[in-house]
């Protein structure tokens, strides 16, 4: 022990000499490590950890999915009914549980915020083993056909609309326009199952016989929902594919029967396939998880190498010192054990930066990341990541040591000793130097092209224009309030608020439609070439009125569209999007074409094409307009530089029709800014990524080149000194550095070829690289070469032979 | 009257650093002519080696006048000394300072390809050749400098400095890294150029080798003694 605490004071004291060296040591690596150390907590938990739910690996969505001749049309959809004859059928899960998932308004507040509402059966408490905060969940009572109006609050919920006050427990509320009684707040630490979506965090649970489905709605088998699902722990011994098929069959022979005869689906089936919680949780996020830890791993390589040069500079400053220690009888293992006593602190010191780096990488993520990677909630310090960083660090320590000792002759030590100082450097061999130069070269290669190519398809995302008008543009979706309206009276009410919106000074226009330009729900139609017949084509469907393209800016491609006469009397007329035209007709117009949408045996004409939207997270669809909205939703143009107000709007409503609530009031650019939210937040992480391998490849390329060219100080003065000129000796070093710099660039463009050619179908979903991340690379490359060749090379040829040779001066 | 290939003239070299001032030569004068073996001796630090680096035109002095066959050399930029370095002088040195990773024939070729007027490898190689056989090493042409012995490889290093045919010959310490055998050897490889001719300048702190030269130098603390001085020493 006493013989380690020597070797650390003797450690402190010489890094105590190079606070350059410990700076940027710890700096390169803290800053890799830490980010390193955040990647691997996101992918512990997607990977390894387990969900924080009792018996969470049985845990499983029935998700249905709709086939249409045998080939997936739809997923994660289901009916009403069929819901709930699934929910019923026993023998599959032990216990389950439905949801439904909402919005709705606290009318007890006085602000009457709308709120995310999962009407939910008692199981869903059970099956996430969900802590409490006060009072209880549901009980048996309140369950499946049971209509007590309770409620739960998510701790957030209770936080932010309830005060924090210990005793809500028991006090009434108005959700909408009915009444309920609060019996349980959630705890804090409840990580909610997030199976709808990420964005989504539910702030009142209801119970499941309140949701707002009418009879006719309940037992509708032909209209499919999202927002409704069936979760559950499988029944012991019950597996996956059994519990799938057990479901299947009755299901499908269920709905084959209550859809009989009815034409558009003649040839459709459903299934239920079984998503594990796990699967459903994370989604795709694996695999841009994964992708970005194999990205922030590389830096870490490069990082590695870069202060591996360090290393191996020290170990060279320190030749005397280890002569001498030679010449006193220290061994291989003696000097190994100083070596790396030395990087242990400094790798040390690197790990607690590493530590901070992490903590602030997890910070960030939770403040921006939210609704986008999924178990946020679950991340942060903890064992597993401070045993990352420590692993890490002695792993490294002990690579940097090896490393340097390796570069030791120790035979010649001693015989360097003895030179008397009279200029016996230290020559290193050419074929090390190269390895050094081309390993580097590939390495930043690589990376630089990777993260180029990851910028270059974030940047498109964002700068595709959405093909639609987003500035000066409201969405406003009413809601009808408890009592509903019939078609022509929503047909009535939109064209009142209409009018009276339309007289508005800063307003320029007002159209209707079904779902907002910046929607991205999905209402499945389909479309059949003949009635009865095999030809059909899978739409998403939208009613709009007269005014809709021209007011959202989205123009017509080809033929014109509906007349105001032709939206209110909803003409069999429809305009498609250029998708579906190229559908319907791949080598000509689709002007003209006479279809047949979902029931309807009256055939509908198409009479124009409009050009296709593009949404951030929708992938292109098959779209299709009908005349005649039917929703109270509405688009308003305002004039420039004009707003509307919320409070406004509220009276004008008032106005018109007192139980009109505003369900949304935002401008359309706000809500496709959201949309773009993911791909801004992938934007500014590979961009982060992109500077960060920038900064490190350029400081790896420049440090080894450099290295390279200080080691050969001592060679070059031989030559100087017999007589070479500086030009001369300039084009040597240039030579000898570009040959292995040439070589890296080969091995990093073979390096890429195979990485492509082993991955290509994940690379090719997110990666479309082009001419120009290559050759920017190459480009930044040689750069950071050509200064590093000139730096230290300038420094060599501007003094006199004699000091290169006796290894005087700083370098 | 033999040609004057060397001239000094109050040469001074000066050290500084921020603590202090260091005078390795002091007002130092020297003349060498054609065919003369000069040994220059002194105790350690006395600024031997200092006056070889500006003979040599490694460094550059700080004041004074230094001609090489009448052409006045104390002020050359940095490519002029290396272009009269490559033409004019032969350096050996104690460490030896051959390239590791060339053979010994491309280590003695090395000058030769740093002339400025381009010379063919024809030439090259027969000149190469020649110094080999002088200093009896044609059998390691093809060996790297870490194969061979010490006194092998000061021999190699006396054939570099020679094959550019310089006018003079300047040699450190040259059996400081040898046994006495080799350094025997190496001191009756020199003297015998001398007696081919060749001006040889030296410095060595053994004086039986710098008994060797026809004229005996001394320097102390950076100034060069006189005759009488040198006895009275």
């Given amino acids: 022990m006493s013989g380690f605490g020597y070797e650390l004071r003797q450690a402190l004291a010489s890094l105590r000499r190079a606070p350059g060296f410990v700076a940027t040591v710890a700096l390169t690596l803290g800053l890799t490590l830490g980010a390193l150390v955040c990647m691997f907590g996101i992918n512990r938990l997607l990977f390894l950890a387990p969900l924080p739910y009792p018996d969470q690996q049985r845990l499983y969505v029935a998700q249905g999915v709709v086939l249409d001749q045998g080939q997936e049309a739809f997923r994660g959809l289901h009916t009403y009914p069929a819901l709930m004859q699934m929910y019923q059928q026993g023998g599959v899960f032990e216990r389950a549980a439905v949801l439904n998932f909402g919005k709705a308004f606290l009318t007890s507040d006085p602000n009457q915020p709308r709120l995310n509402v999962t009407y939910a059966s008692s199981g869903l408490f059970d099956l996430t083993g969900a802590p409490l905060k006060l009072g209880r969940t549901f009980q048996q009572g309140e369950d499946v056909g049971s209509s007590v109006p309770s409620a739960v609050l998510s701790y957030q919920a209770w936080a932010t609309q309830f005060g924090s006050d210990p005793s809500v427990v028991g006090r009434k509320i108005s959700i909408d326009s009915a009444s309920y009684t609060v019996v349980g707040v959630l705890a804090k630490d409840y990580a909610e199952p997030q199976l709808h979506s990420l964005e989504r965090s539910t702030d009142i649970y209801l119970p499941w016989e309140l949701n707002p489905r009418d009879k006719q709605a309940r037992e509708d088998w032909e209209n499919f929902d999202s927002n409704i699902m069936l979760v559950g722990r499988l029944a012991a011994g019950v597996t996956p594919d059994q519990a799938s098929a057990a479901l299947t069959e009755p299901l499908n022979r269920r709905f084959r029967a209550q859809t009989a005869g009815i034409g558009q689906f003649a040839t459709i089936t459903v299934e239920v396939a079984m998503l594990s919680f796990a699967q459903a949780i994370t989604g795709d996020s694996k695999r841009v998880a994964l992708m970005l830890l194999a990205g922030v791993a590389a830096l870490l390589v490069i990082a590695a190498a870069n202060v591996s040069n360090l290393f191996l500079a020290r170990t060279a400053q320190k030749q005397r010192q280890l002569s001498i220690q030679a010449t006193l009888g220290a061994n291989r293992g003696h000097l190994f054990r100083t070596m790396f006593t030395e990087s242990a602190v400094v790798m040390g010191i690197a790990g607690l930066a590493a530590t901070g780096v992490a903590a602030l990488c997890f910070g960030l993520l939770h403040s921006f990341a939210q609704g986008k990677v999924p178990r946020l909630g679950e991340l942060g310090l903890d064992a597993w990541s401070v045993g990352f960083v420590l692993l890490a660090s002695l792993l490294l320590a002990l690579v940097f040591a090896a490393l340097s000792i390796r570069m030791v002759n120790y035979g010649a030590l001693a015989a360097a000793l003895q030179s008397g100082g009279k200029g016996s450097g230290l020559q290193v061999s050419q074929t090390t130097r190269k390895v050094l130069i081309a390993s580097q070269i590939a390495v930043a290669a690589v990376l630089l092209v990777a993260n180029f190519g990851l910028l270059k398809e974030s940047v498109a995302v964002l700068m595709r224009p959405a093909g639609f008008e987003t500035q000066d543009l409201y969405e406003l979706t009413l809601n009808e309030g408890e009592r509903g309206l019939s078609p022509e009276e929503k047909q009535q009410q939109l064209a009142s608020i209409g009018a009276e919106l339309r007289a508005w000074s800063n307003v320029a226009g007002v159209a209707a439609a079904g779902t907002g330009p910046t929607s991205t729900s999905v209402w499945a139609t389909t479309l059949l070439r003949e009635l009865g017949g095999n030809e059909k084509f899978k739409t998403n469907s939208n009613r709009v009125d007269a005014d809709y393209f021209n007011l959202i800016g989205l123009p017509m491609a080809e033929g014109r569209s509906f007349s105001a006469q032709e939206s209110r009397e909803r003409a069999p007329l429809i305009v498609v999007n250029e998708t579906l035209a190229k559908a319907i007709n791949p080598d000509g117009s689709a002007i003209g074409a006479t279809l047949y949408w979902n029931k309807n045996t009256e055939p509908f004409r198409v009479i124009g094409v409009v050009r296709d939207v593009f949404l951030p997270t929708v992938p292109p669809a098959q779209r299709l307009y009908l005349p005649g909205p039917a929703e109270l939703n509405l688009v308003v143009k305002v004039k420039p530089g004009q707003q509307l107000d919320q409070a406004a709007v509220v009276a004008m409503l008032a106005k018109v029709n007192s139980s009109l609530r505003i369900n949304k009031l935002a401008p359309v650019q706000q809500t496709y800014r959201s949309l773009l939210a993911r791909d801004i937040t992938t934007a500014a992480i590979t961009g982060l990524l992109t500077v960060l391998a920038l900064f490190l490849a350029g400081v790896g390329v420049y440090g080894v080149l450099s290295y390279s060219i200080k080691l050969r100080r001592h060679e070059l003065g031989i030559r100087m000194a017999i007589g070479a000129s500086p030009r001369r000796i300039a084009g040597l070093v240039y030579r000898d550095s570009l040959r292995p710099v040439a070589w890296g660039f080969g091995i990093s463009a073979v390096a890429g070829v195979l990485l492509y050619l082993f991955a290509r179908k994940q690379l090719d979903s997110v990666l479309e690289l082009g001419a120009w991340p290559p050759v920017l690379s190459v480009v930044l490359i040689m750069l950071a070469v050509l200064l590093a060749c000139w730096l230290p090379l300038r420094a060599i040829l501007r003094e006199w032979p004699v000091r290169s040779l006796r290894g005087d001066g700083a370098l | ?233």
């Fill in chain 2, 1 to 233: 009257m033999k040609d004057i290939k060397i001239q000094m003239k109050g040469i001074t070299k000066q050290f500084s650093t921020d603590a202090m001032d260091t005078h390795a030569l002091r007002g130092v004068d020297l003349t060498i002519r054609s065919g003369d073996y000069v040994s220059i001796s002194g105790p350690s630090g006395c600024g031997k080696s200092t006056l070889l680096s500006l003979l040599g035109l490694l460094d550059s002095p700080t004041s004074g006048q230094y001609f090489i066959e009448g052409k006045d050399v104390a002020r050359l930029s940095l490519a002029e000394a290396a272009a009269i370095r490559n033409e004019k002088i032969g350096f050996v040195f104690q460490s030896f300072n051959l390239i590791d990773e060339l053979s010994v024939f491309d280590n003695i070729a090395l000058p030769l390809r740093y002339r400025s007027k381009g010379m063919d490898e024809a030439e090259i190689t027969a000149r190469v050749n020649h110094c080999l056989d002088k200093v009896e090493m044609a059998h390691r042409a093809q060996h790297r400098p870490t194969q061979l012995s010490g006194g092998q490889q000061q021999r190699v290093a006396i054939a570099r400095a020679l094959v550019g045919t310089p006018a003079i010959l300047l040699v450190d310490e040259p059996t400081g890294n040898l046994d006495s055998t080799n350094g025997d050897i190496v001191m009756e490889m020199l003297a015998q150029l001398n007696r081919e001719g060749t001006t040889l300048c030296m410095v060595t702190h053994d004086s039986r080798y710098a008994n060797m030269a026809s004229t005996r130098l001394q320097l102390r603390d950076g100034v060069m003694l006189d005759t009488a001085q040198r006895e009275a020493a």
